[in-house]
């Protein structure tokens, strides 16, 4: 069946430094992606989205990456910060973007080193 | 703007009975969303709310079961609650039922002994 996955479970990064956290996704159809960031004991926090029709987009630090011919996505955090330790979640929908249809994957844990 | 707000956050319940977990969107969202968070099985999503109707929900027992009111609130009930509903609750709205992200609240931790 079709699914969302990320490559590594866990990721450390030294305070300062940029962060890569990848996504694979096997849904040639998919349409829509959104990464969301999970603190400990809070709901997930939308962090960036990118439609199909694009290949990058970037936010305040973030910089969502879309490749649709390897079907990968990668989310580009700048200047890694103490509080951006947390759960990141890559997330999709398949064409036409219904929200009900949304696959979340598994998370992959960011870790801050001071 | 306040954002999704999930009450109550803590629940405790024995095996067997009911549990009711409630859900305020963020103002002008008319979409809701419920999702369960197990332990170890990453976003499992419940169901799906939309001007009061039930558009859509997932692979769950009709145990769960909610609904949507007219302020678009919305409540989700687990009847006959088993050990293995112990999770987290999330609630979510978005503006559109397509292409708008969702929104999450805190969640409703849930569980049951």
């Known amino acids: 069946g079709e699914s969302v996955g990320l490559h590594l479970p866990t990721l450390s990064v030294q305070e300062g430094d940029n962060s890569i956290i990848n996504c694979a996704y096997s849904?040639?159809?998919?349409?829509?992606f959104i990464w969301y960031k999970q603190e400990s004991g809070k709901g997930p926090q939308f962090i960036i989205d990118?439609?199909?029709?694009?290949d990058k987009r970037q936010g305040q630090r973030v910089t969502v990456l879309l490749n649709k011919t390897v079907k990968h996505l990668s989310l580009q955090i700048a200047a890694t910060q103490p509080g951006d330790s947390a759960v990141y979640f890559c997330?999709?929908?398949?064409?036409?973007?219904?929200?009900?249809?949304?696959?979340f994957g598994k998370g992959i844990t960011l870790s801050v080193r001071p | 703007e306040a954002g999704v707000t999930q009450s109550p956050t803590h629940l405790i319940k024995t095996r067997g009975q009911q549990a009711t977990l409630r859900c305020s969107p963020i103002?002008?969202?008319?979409?809701v969303y419920w999702y369960q968070q197990a332990l170890g099985l990453g976003l499992q999503f419940l169901l799906w709310?939309?001007?009061?109707?039930?558009?859509n929900r997932g692979n769950f027992p009709p145990r769960f079961s909610g609904r949507q009111f007219p302020n678009y609130s919305s409540e989700l009930n687990v009847n006959a609650l088993e050990l293995e509903d112990s999770a987290l609750y999330l609630c979510?709205?978005?503006?559109?039922?397509?292409?708008?992200?969702?929104?999450f609240g805190n969640g409703t931790r849930l569980t049951v002994t």
């Open positions: 997330a999709e929908t398949p064409q036409g973007g219904a929200n009900s249809k949304l696959t």
């Open positions: 849904n040639s159809a998919s349409d829509y």
């Open positions: 990118i439609r199909s029709n694009m």
């Open positions: 979510a709205s978005s503006w559109t039922g397509t292409g708008s992200p969702l929104h």
């Open positions: 709310y939309d001007e009061g109707e039930e558009r």
């Open positions: 103002s002008g969202h008319t979409s």
